[in-house]
């Protein structure tokens, strides 16, 4: 099945310095690439997502960019706030099919 | 719109009984997935519905889960014979329909004492 790598486990961060989170998967026939934000005690929410038929989505301060050949996707935060603390996931799948999730990444922005 | 719910929002239960959790998904939306994030990890699926069927139920840990839907809405995720090791969140979603964004409800959580 599809193995979802994220790293780093945690990143501590400057109010206003960029953050970047880092996934890999397995399944090449994975074609979805979701990211979820946790806060403590809350629901994930997405906060963007891409498919493979292409190579970067940018919202906003937000932008994630996909590698197919490499299978490794990455979230960009700019301009980093201390309310983008949470804990965020990245998951890979088969559109419309499960996600499968990486272990998360702990992010905190200091002011 | 009313987003996703779930209840109960906290279940706590002793070891050996069964448990019943809830999900009312968005209205509208025909696929239903649950997933369970236990403590600091990832969320893990478990089984999805499209409708009221369910044709992948390979993420369930063990023959004590079992999940059903009904009327193309109201799911519930049965627990039978409870073990500590099923202490987690476990959180539901839903999709407009199959190929679309994932919604997650606020999640159960279940301690099994």
């Known amino acids: 099945g599809e193995n979802v790598e994220q790293h780093p486990s945690t990143l501590s961060v400057q109010e206003g310095d960029s953050a970047v989170i880092k996934c890999t998967y397995s399944?090449?026939?994975?074609?979805?690439f979701p990211w979820y934000k946790q806060e403590l005690g809350k629901r994930p929410q997405l906060i963007i997502d891409i498919r493979s038929n292409v190579g970067e989505k940018k919202d906003q301060r937000i932008a994630v960019t996909l590698n197919k050949t490499a299978k490794h996707f990455s979230l960009h935060i700019t301009e980093t706030q201390p309310e983008d603390s949470a804990v965020y996931f990245c998951?890979?799948?088969?559109?419309?099919?499960?996600?499968?999730f990486g272990k998360g990444t702990s992010l905190l922005v200091t002011p | 719109g009313a987003g996703v719910s779930q209840s109960p929002s906290n279940k706590v239960t002793e070891k050996g009984k069964d448990v019943e959790l809830r999900c009312d998904p968005i209205?509208?939306?025909?696929?239903l997935y649950w997933y369970r994030q236990s403590l600091g990890q990832g969320l893990e699926f478990l089984i999805y519905?499209?409708?009221?069927?369910?044709?992948?139920k390979s993420g369930l840990p063990s023959d004590r889960f079992s999940a059903e839907r009904t009327g193309g809405s109201v799911s519930t995720l049965t627990i039978q014979r409870t073990q500590q090791e099923d202490s987690a969140v476990y959180l539901c979603a839903s999709s407009l329909s199959f190929h679309e964004t994932q919604y997650f409800g606020p999640g159960t959580r279940l301690l099994v004492l």
């Open positions: 209205s509208g939306h025909t696929a």
């Open positions: 399944d090449s026939a994975s074609n979805y």
């Open positions: 998951a890979a799948s088969i559109l419309g099919y499960a996600l499968n």
């Open positions: 519905f499209q409708g009221n069927s369910a044709p992948d």
